[in-house]
């Protein structure tokens, strides 16, 4: 059988650890792109030569990575692009940072990584996409859809943009075979979480608990599976019935 390829970025830590042992343990091939060079923290088969160090927040650095990228896929397919990468300033303490204390540089910097980077990555790869009729997973947020009480404007609206996005590529893409889905997670038991948040949290979540990186990733290998074939252009809620 064909060994698929997953491309994922913000693959540091939480849910990118978690997605690369899940599609790891399946047999995938996973090519992962970080900030940060890669770590003995998250172990996995061939990870050190399948590991892309880009800033997604640099234009030069995208044209750089994806052009490397692009050689790293001699079979020139991608089987799945999820675009995990995002930033969320905090204040001193982990308060929330809102549109009076964003300056222009938050703005930009959070946008080019938590949508831009996303929509470059997947025009980028498109030919590779289209190749391995693959998927293209956005993860977005919770706080894209309400007012957050610890995540920032800028975070907020780009996520908000980027499911905007994903219903834009969902329609361009779909004729060329590629679905482009969403998941929003809520409350997940990753470092992006505030210090003292967490018994706030949990008592907003129906479930009485935070998710783990883990449950996410088991939605992600779904909706790269068979088993989601004719589900395009949805966002799906990974949050213990938060939402609601």
Request: proline share 5%; aromatic share 6%; with cysteine.
């Amino acid at each position: 059988m064909e060994q698929k390829t997953l491309v994922l970025t913000g693959a540091s830590r939480g849910i990118g650890h978690a997605t690369v042992k899940r599609f790891s343990a399946a047999g995938w091939r996973v090519i992962t792109l970080s900030r940060q060079a890669f770590t003995d923290d998250c172990p996995w088969s061939a990870g050190p030569e399948n590991h892309l160090q880009l800033d997604l927040g640099s234009v030069d650095d995208m044209e750089r990575g994806l052009d490397e990228l692009r050689r790293r896929i001699p079979d020139g397919k991608v089987h799945a692009l999820v675009n995990n990468a995002g930033i969320s300033p905090k204040k001193p303490g982990g308060g929330r940072i809102g549109v009076l204390g964003s300056d222009y540089q938050t703005w930009l910097s959070v946008f080019n990584v938590n949508l831009f980077g996303a929509a470059l990555m997947a025009r980028g790869l498109f030919p590779q996409l289209k190749e391995g009729a693959g998927t293209i997973i956005n993860v977005t947020s919770i706080a894209g859809g309400r007012v957050h009480p610890f995540a920032g404007s800028a975070y907020a609206t780009s996520k908000a943009a980027l499911l905007g996005l994903t219903r834009e590529m969902a329609h361009e893409f779909g004729p060329h075979g590629i679905r482009v889905n969403a998941i929003s997670p809520g409350e997940i038991d990753t470092a992006i979480l505030s210090e003292g948040t967490v018994d706030i949290i949990k008592n907003s979540v129906p479930l009485m608990r935070l998710g783990t990186p883990e449950e996410v990733a088991a939605v992600i290998l779904f909706l790269c599976s068979p088993n989601a074939l004719y589900v395009n252009g949805a966002e799906i809620h990974i949050n213990g019935g938060q939402h609601v």
